[in-house]
């Protein structure tokens, strides 16, 4: 089915280790984001990428990384986590041209960092 | 900057109740609407959307109206069902094409009891 993948599911990281949370899309979508979820505090956009090779920050950006070598990929990668990077992680895609289409949403990643 | 504001919740109701959840918004310009939907367990879903004032937007027996006087995106079932249940979230997208981005209200859980 066409939409948005993301890798893996569950997480559990020890402060410190570094890893790289996948997503994909196969809707030929420009523009892909990636947001983190926290309790009482909805959905805070992380960095977000227009297009293959170009890449900017978002809301919360600090302890994360991405880069967007081709259309399909976005993956978000975390240096050395930390505690309060504990959280949910959503990648979503739109289409480029058209700023007032739904976003499509992966089923996200539960991280938990000790 | 832009801002969503949603009812407080937890919002639990009987089967075939009325629902009501307000969501405001603060932006300058003319943003579109969306209401998203986190069933348990999965990623967020558009549910439906507005893009300019008075507009109506429906989808699975849920509507909401943009109104612009008022600054609100009220959204209404007449008869929730227990599949129902889940978080919904107000946002509000605005800006153009790559400018576009996406502000989320803090979402409310909506619990159904049969």
């Known amino acids: 089915n066409a939409g948005v993948t993301q890798t893996p599911k569950f997480q559990v990281l020890k402060t410190g280790q570094s890893m790289t949370l996948q997503c994909a899309q196969d809707m030929n979508h420009e523009y892909m984001s990636w947001y983190r979820q926290d309790p009482g505090m909805g959905l805070r956009l992380i960095h977000y990428s227009v297009g293959a090779g170009i890449t900017d920050q978002g809301e919360v950006p600090n302890g994360y990384n991405v880069s967007r070598s081709t259309t399909e990929d976005f993956p978000l990668r975390l240096l050395s986590a930390a505690p309060s990077q504990t959280s949910v992680y959503f990648c979503?895609?739109?289409?480029?041209?058209?700023?007032?289409?739904?976003?499509?949403f992966g089923s996200g990643t539960r991280l938990t960092v000790v | 900057g832009d801002s969503v504001t949603q009812m407080e919740g937890p919002v639990t109701l009987s089967e075939e109740a009325f629902l009501t959840i307000n969501c405001t918004y603060t932006?300058?310009?003319?943003?579109?609407l969306f209401w998203y939907v986190q069933y348990p367990g999965e990623g967020l879903q558009l549910l439906l959307k507005?893009?300019?004032?008075?507009d109506k937007g429906s989808n699975k027996g849920f509507e909401a109206t943009y109104r612009k006087e008022t600054t609100s995106f009220h959204l209404e079932k007449g008869s929730v069902q227990v599949s129902d249940s889940a978080v919904y979230f107000c946002t509000l997208s605005k800006g153009t094409g790559a400018n576009s981005k996406l502000t989320f209200g803090k979402g409310i859980t909506l619990s159904v009891r049969p």
């Open positions: 979503a895609s739109r289409r480029d041209e058209d700023s007032n289409y739904g976003y499509t």
């Open positions: 507005a893009t300019k004032a008075d």
């Open positions: 932006a300058t310009g003319y943003p579109s």
